[in-house]
């Protein structure tokens, strides 16, 4: 065997370094019994999925999209950046459309909404979270976020 | 111990579609798509799945591929082998072996039982774990490495020693290195086996948490697997169970697979459900066979 090149000992070192900068506070777990979980015996274990619902938007969309983008980027909220690139954050995910110039594609606020809201009404598909439904995001975070969409251009 | 510095080192696509039950009264529940995988094919259904195989099957594949540790496009095809056994320099996973044959020892200087339990009646525990989990009859449940330790300390030496606590995953990590590279050899052959596998493969792709993922969101193909999760790279479910308990440089301490899960389900918030469960159980055996033919690979590091 050869030994380790000096690429690989400095990729290592870098990649111990970055995963010890995500070590996950102890903070107590939120409860997350409403939702399905794997448990035989736990009540969540027998616990429907919430059904896919259509949501409208209400009014005008009044959304704060400074609020919008921190909240995508935020891990413990919205979180878009797991799978979207977009305006700003670091380190986006590749799974999901590109959302960097999503105000320049020419979709409705209302449309945005309900998309974000629950993603299975028009892709039952889909791997996105339904954020409305599953009470990830508020409505008035729903509608910062749009605004933030919509100003990506 | 080994401590030798080396050279460090898609696919037939799922048939896509949210399963949804809605069978009368039924409540509904949505599943991912199940993938096919053949329980016989062992760590080799990987092709035809991830197809990353030939990339960290073997040393000289690993060392061949060496160039993609570090690429943040290509690393995830390694599966991460290029950190199992002496591949890299020591960590504390190295130590805990020696921790675990310390405690180990002292145990079964207590009673000599505690080691008679351990290895099945016999002497010796070499190349036992390679067959983990596997059904007990007298028990009539299936049985971990973990919960066989528990198991044995609490009927010979009425001590316990908890799955999921680092007094465990230490004489886990012993026990199973006195198999390291000895290939899985989970028994498909037993029933009781293959009902627990089953019901393990249906968990993987059940939908859970606030968030709605199943395990396969991420590992299987068509899902998040080889894309970038953030940070991260979901990579195939094949030999992954092989070199846990792994040390895990994020909380610095041994984590067993069981504890994997319940930190995956924390990163779906999914209600947590504790190491030895039934359920995670059922999990570990499933994705064990994903890893038969594919050699005992600790000590590891995450």
Known sequence: MKSISANCRAALAALFLTTAGQAGAQAPAPDYSAYPCLSYTLDCGKLATRKPQVKMLEGTLNGNAEKGKQLAQARNNGNCLACHVMKGGSQPGTRGPDLSHYGSAGRSDAETYTAIHDMRTRNPDTLMPPFGTNGILSDPEIRDIVAFLQASK | MRLKIRTLVFAAIASLGTTATVA??????????????????????DIGFSDTLPF????????????????PNEQWKLNWKFMDLDRVDLHPGHLAVDEGEAMAAKLAKRNPAFLACLADGGKKLDGLAAGYPKYDKALDRIVTVESRIEQCAKTVLNEEIRQGTPPNNKISVYFKSLSAGTPIKVDIGDGKVM???RRGEQLFYKKTGQLNFACASCHVPGSIMGHKLRGE???????????YPTYRTPIGALESLQERFARCLGQMRTAQIKPGDPAFTDLEVFMTVLSNDYPVSVPSAR
């Open chain 2, 24 to 45: 009368g009264d039924e409540p509904y529940h949505e599943n991912y798509p199940q993938a096919h995988i053949d329980p016989a094919r062992g760590v080799n259904g």
């Open chain 2, 56 to 71: 960290w099957r073997t040393e000289a594949e690993l060392e061949r591929n060496a160039k993609w540790v570090g690429d």
């Open chain 2, 195 to 197: 009902e627990s596998y």
């Open chain 2, 233 to 243: 790279t979901p990579t195939t479910p094949f030999a992954d169970a092989a070199h």
